[in-house]
């Protein structure tokens, strides 16, 4: 008789453990069957080619088990190596790179291209369906110049979210395929904008009605100023860590559209440890509670463990 079975490496108790932890990842899959869940892939967490196959596997699997993932996806890292490797010379203005026009045919080469195919070609290959975009694909993102601050230069093309028209993702998501955008907008001049990926995250979360937002990074959440892990954050408490400086430069974005987010009728905004492999499952499917989460007004804290109830549907 044929064993069909595969010949399995587990011992019993391993094999326990995996049996416990699918059953700790039932009432998350039946709450989340068929929302949509954006997830933001920072450029400084995609570094290591074995986490991005990692990070692949997660969303194909998200979308097996009946998610609505969204991917938006940074890239700092590797348009900067890109922009060396060509001799071209940029200035940062608050953290912002100086983007004159050459500077965005690379960004635009890069984000919209490499980085955004490596992606969809990874959650293929992992069993996923997955489509590249960016902002200008079926009109999904309208930018606008980021106004100059104060005196300080001017950032060229660097936009921000003027609008969101989800038809293009909608689209997708009803066929099943996994959209994986690169953040790159239209200005009203007919010009390609690069927008921060974060903010084009948030605003697609609430445009969508996500469930959840997951920001992820390259550290272990947000931290406070003895670099201790801050698990819970409400309004109040992260104007309080702006305000004294504990929350700076990369983090600034992602806190403010999470917080955007939430304040829209996301559920929750996590930011994640996008440097930790299987950062994706462990956030949605075990009780761990991994990372920084983020909840309108005064709700922060450790996250409830869902209901064993099926969800009632706004
Ligand atoms: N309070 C804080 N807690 C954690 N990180 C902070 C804090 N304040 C500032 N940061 C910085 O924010 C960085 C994360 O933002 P950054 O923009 O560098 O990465 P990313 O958004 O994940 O990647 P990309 O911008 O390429 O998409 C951290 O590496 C850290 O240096
Ligand atoms: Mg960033």
Same mark, same amino acid.
């Given at each position: 008789m044929t064993e069909f079975r595969q010949q399995s490496s587990l011992d019993t108790e391993q094999a326990a453990r995996v049996a416990r932890v699918l059953g700790e990842a039932l009432p998350y899959i039946r709450r989340f069957a068929g929302r949509t869940v954006v997830v933001k892939y920072g450029g400084h967490a995609m570094t290591d080619p074995d986490l991005r196959s990692g990070f692949a596997r997660d969303i194909a699997l998200m979308k097996w088990v009946g998610f609505n993932p969204v991917v938006v996806h940074g890239g700092g890292p590797q348009i900067g190596a890109v922009l060396e490797r060509v001799g071209k010379q940029t200035d940062f203005v608050r953290g912002m790179r100086v983007t004159d026009e050459d500077t965005m045919d690379v960004v635009e080469m890069v984000l919209g291209g490499s980085i955004n195919k490596d992606l969809v070609n990874r959650i293929n290959q992992s069993g996923g369906r997955a489509v590249g975009l960016t902002g200008k694909d079926g009109g999904l993102i309208s930018a606008r110049k980021l106004a100059a601050v104060a005196? %300080? !230069? +001017? =950032? &060229?093309y660097v936009g921000e979210v003027a %609008?969101?028209?989800?038809a293009i993702v909608r689209t997708l998501e009803a066929d099943d395929f996994i959209p994986i955008i690169a953040p790159i907008g239209v200005g009203p001049d007919g010009r390609s904008y690069n927008i921060n990926a974060d903010l084009v995250a948030g605003r697609l979360a609430a445009v969508l009605g996500a469930e959840k937002l997951m920001l992820l990074t390259n550290t272990p959440g947000v931290l406070d #100023? +003895?670099? *201790? =892990? =801050?698990?819970g954050l409400d309004d109040a408490h992260v104007r309080q860590l702006i305000e004294d400086g504990t929350i700076a430069g990369g983090m600034l974005p992602k806190i403010e559209c999470a917080l955007e987010a939430v304040a829209q009728g996301v559920a929750a905004a996590h930011i994640v +440890? &996008?440097?930790? %492999?299987n950062a994706v499952l462990l956030e949605l499917f075990t +009780? !761990? &509670?991994v990372g920084t989460l983020i909840r309108a007004g *005064?709700? #922060? &804290?450790d996250p409830e463990p869902p209901s064993d109830q099926p969800p009632t549907l706004a």
């Open positions: 005196d %300080e !230069a +001017d =950032l &060229g %609008e969101i028209d989800p #100023a +003895d670099q *201790n =892990l =801050l698990t +440890d &996008g440097r930790v %492999e +009780d !761990a &509670g *005064n709700q #922060a &804290g």
